[in-house]
């Protein structure tokens, strides 16, 4: 990204530009990112393309003002943060499903994230609700953080498995990919009926007190680690929702595959 977009995607996130590309400032970052973009997969019950592009990534999060899944914020972020001089390595993971079985590989786009005073992060917006700030790929310990307790703990094959409060969230691999790398991925994940992101329609975003999440008509909001259920009745209260909760402005209501 030349200067003008990066200037216009800090904008996107309502964070002035870093003096240098240190841990402090990716923790900024990372947290404002999850506040002002959402995780959602619109797109997919939309019929609307998404494309493993960065032009494309960036024009749908900055100008559109849409968020996406991990490929596309993931993505995104990693161009921010590559034109802000850090150095970022794309990983590939493979999900845990609920019985604890891996899903396909390219299932998840991570990011690692090496810092001019030497640290070596994980740094992932794309996950939904995972960790708020980046997580130490060194530490081995576990981690604390506002979207939980988190445990990176190395495998004999040499992958790293990602934990939250001890259920495993993905096995990530180490080698660093390219974008088009996760092309198999995202085309499994917008089109196999038995992808989670085909059969269930999500938008969330991190706020100040918790998270507000819209999954088909249910609201729910999350305020000091209290849950508040809503349903909404109308299309015109789902279309509001998005713009009002998300920044998001819809001509119509994408089809919920769960209704």
């Known amino acids: 990204m030349n200067a003008s977009r990066t200037d216009a995607y800090l904008r996107r996130i309502a964070t002035p530009r870093p003096s240098a590309p240190t841990a402090q400032a990716l923790r900024t970052l990372h947290l404002a990112h999850l506040r002002a973009v959402p995780f959602e997969n619109l797109s997919i019950h939309l019929g609307e393309d998404i494309t493993l592009d960065e032009e494309a990534i960036v024009a749908k999060l900055v100008d559109r ?6 490929y596309e914020l993931n993505g995104g972020f990693a161009a921010l943060l590559t034109a802000l001089g850090f150095e970022v390595s794309l990983l590939q993971a493979r999900v845990y499903g609920k019985e604890g079985h891996l899903g396909i590989p ?18 992932d917006v794309g996950f939904g609700a995972h960790s708020h700030f980046p997580l130490d790929l060194g530490e081995r310990g576990e981690q604390g953080d506002p979207g939980g307790v988190f445990l990176v703990a190395a495998t ?7 934990t939250k409060g ?13 974008l088009r790398d996760f092309e198999a991925g995202r085309w499994y994940n917008t089109t196999s009926p038995r992808s989670a992101f085909t059969r269930s329609l999500v938008c969330s975003l991190v ?28 299309d015109r209260e789902v279309l509001d929702t998005y713009r009002d ?12 595959p769960a209704a």
């Open 65 to 70: 003002h849409r968020g996406g899944f991990c």
């Open 106 to 123: 390219y299932d998840h786009l991570a990011l690692r994230v090496r810092t001019v005073d030497g640290a070596d992060l994980l740094a």
């Open 156 to 162: 004999n094959d040499g992958d790293l498995r990602v």
């Open 166 to 178: 001890g259920a495993s969230e993905y096995l990530l691999e180490q080698r660093p990919r390219e």
């Open 207 to 234: 706020t100040d007190e918790g998270r507000v999440t819209l999954s088909g008509r249910t609201l729910t909001t999350t305020v000091g680690g209290e849950r508040h259920v809503t349903t909404l009745t109308s």
């Open 245 to 256: 909760s998300f920044g998001i402005e819809l001509d119509r209501v994408p089809p919920d």
